[in-house]
């Protein structure tokens, strides 16, 4: 097999439809190889990104692996021809670096692993263990995709939230309500095999090749719904509305996990509690669930503040955005919305940047406790909403954190989650307030063209009432820096809506090199809530990571 990269394939070639694209890939191919059409076997699509630098230029770039008629003899003698005209330059064997499960675990354990939260973490470490035979109880406090929809809508309508099924909390976590963007900063040989597990259950298979993928709100509780029934296929055995209420630590002959504690409302609404003994315990739970946060802090588990990051939610229109980033081919249908991606550096060590772009997408209600607002984005498949959305945020660094307390980034993200609370009037309604009035440091009291998505509406004022300053600084400093990046960063009206504090975890569970808890043994400290991941990608590759450690320890 070879790999092509580089493969340049200009817009107006492609219509959108996955027929189009395989046959203008094999037409560049044959060209730029010069061989017959016979001898091109087969050509799948690996990695496809659009090149907007020149705004008069804007097209896709592909890299491809084909496999020729004759084999590897036929590739290395394609090769040498290349090379004597001097024109082998992105051409080379394909060298992928192999990926699987582990083995299946053959001897019998004493006690089957739990797993503590079913989002991208503990759904992929589930699947693995349950891959090796060890029949892994997933415990997630949430509800199934369909009830965790209901109770979605119930709260969007009429602000009465469920603090354990929420945009937070439920099967697939918090991911599930962001869109599902795929992109990650990191490389690892899990990641063809997440997307490749994705995809089977449901995802487009253009997540395979496409630099930028995502799955879409609307899409991803089917998928995780059908990657939750592999689980149990395979012996797992998965608790939906259930939580861990406490964890069993014996301090003999040195600190190691003993029980968990799993409670679920009973038919009489009372909480029926189960107590189980466990050696082997994965934390995945999400940071979103302080409750576990203090449940480790109180069983004397190692652990440690760490950088994260608040803001705001900020709306312009997605047409500017597209204008933007595409220009005269705007609006191209091949092209779809476009996305951005920003960073602004400032002068006191201090920035800000976008994070969790949703193209057409919308500001989403993402509150898990009452008396608190929060907002995050999310898009569906076809990402055709008439805004852009996307987190405007700056960090908080543990030294900005007052006292000792391992959980103060916790109790600073829920003061301002209350403050933006009490600025909305109550009833999760969120404050927001128009680009230009932050500049000028000036409340807002009407809206403009940008009209705001948030759907439990928005009441306007001053948003820096919600957030310390060092954040809404940085963020004010850095508008003008990003409309450089992106211009029309800067609109009048583009609306800012508070406030984002869910981006990370403020808390990191201390673990070593063996995936394991630092001071107790059995507990396995896993994904984004753990402090050990950032999105989807990096969650899912943490959550088999942790488990192949795990494998390995019992091996």
Request: net charge neutral; aromatic share 6%; with cysteine.
């Amino acid at each position: 097999m070879l790999d092509i990269s580089a493969i340049r394939i200009p817009v107006d070639q492609l219509d959108g439809t996955l027929r189009t694209e395989e046959l203008s890939l094999r037409k560049a191919i044959l060209h730029r190889l010069r061989i017959a059409p016979d001898d091109l076997l087969s050509v799948e699509p690996r990695k496809r990104s659009i090149d907007a630098r020149k705004k008069s230029d804007v097209h896709f770039t592909y890299t491809a692996r084909i496999a020729l008629r004759g084999g590897a003899n036929a590739e290395r003698a394609l090769l040498a021809k290349l090379r004597a005209r001097r024109a082998e330059k992105g051409v080379r064997q394909s060298t992928d670096k192999p990926f699987g499960l582990p083995a299946h675990f053959g001897t019998t354990v004493a006690s089957r692993p739990v797993v503590i939260g079913a989002g991208c973490a503990g759904l992929f470490c589930a699947l693995s263990l349950a891959s090796a035979g060890l029949k892994p109880l997933l415990v997630e406090r949430g509800q199934d995709a369909t009830r965790r929809t209901k109770a979605i809508e119930h709260f969007n309508e009429t602000g009465e939230l469920d603090p354990e099924s929420n945009i937070q909390f439920g099967l697939g976590g918090a991911g599930t309500f962001s869109d599902g963007k795929l992109a990650t900063g990191t490389k690892s040989p899990a990641h063809r095999f997440i997307l490749q597990t994705l995809a089977d259950a449901g995802a487009s298979q253009e997540i395979l090749w496409d630099a930028k993928p995502h799955v879409g709100s609307d899409v991803l509780p089917s998928v995780v719904t059908h990657i939750l029934q592999r689980i149990e296929s395979l012996g797992g055995e998965v608790r939906l509305g259930c939580r861990m209420t406490d964890m069993g630590v014996s301090q003999s002959p040195s600190p190691h996990v003993t029980s968990v504690t799993l409670g679920h409302r009973g038919e009489s609404g009372l909480l029926v509690e189960e107590r189980i003994p466990v050696d082997n315990l994965v934390i995945a739970c999400g940071h979103s669930a302080r409750d576990v946060f203090e449940l480790l802090r109180n069983r004397d588990v190692t652990l440690e503040r760490k950088t994260f990051a608040m803001g705001v939610r900020i709306e312009h229109l997605q047409s500017m955005v597209d204008r933007s980033q595409y220009g005269p081919f705007a609006g191209h249908p091949t092209l779809g919305a476009a996305p951005y991606r920003l960073v602004a550096h400032l002068n006191n060590d201090r920035s800000a940047f976008s994070f969790c772009m949703c193209p057409g997408g919308y500001v989403v209600a993402a509150a898990s406790e009452p008396g608190g607002v929060v907002t995050n984005g999310m898009s569906l498949s076809d990402r055709a909403g008439t805004n852009a959305n996307s987190g405007f945020l700056a960090n908080v660094f543990p030294t900005d954190l007052p006292g000792d307390d391992v959980l103060a980034g916790v109790e600073l993200q829920r003061r301002c989650e209350r403050l933006a609370f009490e600025a909305g009037g109550g009833s999760y309604v969120a404050p927001a307030q128009l680009v230009a009035d932050f500049l000028q440091g000036t409340p807002s009291t009407a809206g403009g063209n940008v009209v705001p998505t948030y759907p439990r509406g928005v009441r306007w004022g001053d948003v820096t009432t919600c957030l310390p300053s060092y954040i809404t600084e940085t963020l004010r400093g850095s508008i003008p820096k990003m409309n450089r990046q992106l211009h029309g960063f800067e609109t009048a009206d583009a609306v800012l809506t508070g406030v984002e504090t869910r981006s990370s975890s403020p808390v990191r569970v201390t673990r070593g090199k063996d995936c394991r808890s630092v001071s107790t043994a059995g507990l396995w400290p896993c994904g984004e809530g753990a402090g050990y991941a950032g999105g989807i990608m990096s969650a899912a590759t943490d959550g088999l990571r942790v488990a192949q450690a795990l494998v390995d320890s019992l091996s």
